[in-house]
């Protein structure tokens, strides 16, 4: 299978700490995308990082890229309960338009 | 003013019956996708249309077809219902740019129960 694997598979943090998820894929990539999804709710883009980049920020995240190990990691900081989520990874597998998204990352944040 | 709708949001059905799935989206995006999500979360592409033209058909049984009828819209009709399609159906548009990453804009999904 080309999907990519996240783990954890869940997570469970308290409010204000750190929240990491771990993104593998396998194959070649121009680009890695990171989504959340709300219980209930479509997919929602969160970040975009390119193969030639290490690291991106957009406010309370942090995405990293290393391409050696084909993996990826999102950091959200200072973690609120609306963070509570589904995260997931997606890559554009072999330069195509397709994309191939990851298992997804549960995330709970208690208040 | 939601950019990608899907109607209906929910769809509970019988076994061997035909139901169709609606999408558009306002964005004016070239590219529109059907996505289908398990119990389990794996969410995997089923079709790509760009400018009403197939791109991706992926292994999927022939009782899917999708069918758009411009490009602001793409409908996916299933026939002869199976217990194994229930799921639920993400529609999914975005703007192909050459040279640049495609960002998808998702649909709030149709749970579709077949019993």
């Known amino acids: 299978s080309q999907q990519g694997e996240e783990d954890p598979q869940a997570l469970s943090i308290q409010e204000g700490e750190n929240a990491t998820m771990n993104c593998s894929y396998k194959?070649?990539?121009?680009?890695l995308q990171w989504y959340r999804q709300n219980s209930g709710r479509g997919l929602v883009h969160l970040i975009l990082i390119r193969s030639n980049e290490r690291e991106k920020h957009s406010g309370r995240l942090r995405v990293t890229l290393d391409t050696s190990k084909k993996s990826s990691s999102l950091l959200i900081t200072a973690s609120r309960a609306a963070d509570t989520a589904s995260y997931f990874c997606a890559t554009d597998a072999n330069n195509t338009d397709k994309l191939i998204f990851g298992t997804g990352t549960r995330l709970q944040v208690f208040p | 003013d939601t950019a990608v709708s899907q109607t209906p949001k929910y769809l509970v059905t019988q076994m061997g019956n035909d139901k169709s799935i609606k999408c558009e989206q306002n964005?004016?995006?070239?590219?529109m996708y059907w996505y289908k999500q398990d119990s389990k979360k794996f969410l995997k592409i089923m079709f790509s249309y760009n400018n009403k033209e197939l791109i991706i058909n992926e292994t999927v049984p022939n009782r899917f077809s999708p069918k758009s009828p411009d490009k602001a819209h793409l409908n996916l009709h299933i026939n002869s219902l199976e217990l194994g399609d229930s799921a639920v159906y993400f529609c999914?548009?975005?703007?192909?740019?050459?040279?640049?990453?495609?960002?998808?804009?998702f649909g709030p999904g149709t749970r579709l129960l077949v019993l």
């Open positions: 194959t070649s990539i121009n680009n």
């Open positions: 999914a548009s975005s703007q192909d740019r050459p040279g640049a990453p495609q960002t998808q804009y």
């Open positions: 964005l004016g995006h070239d590219t």
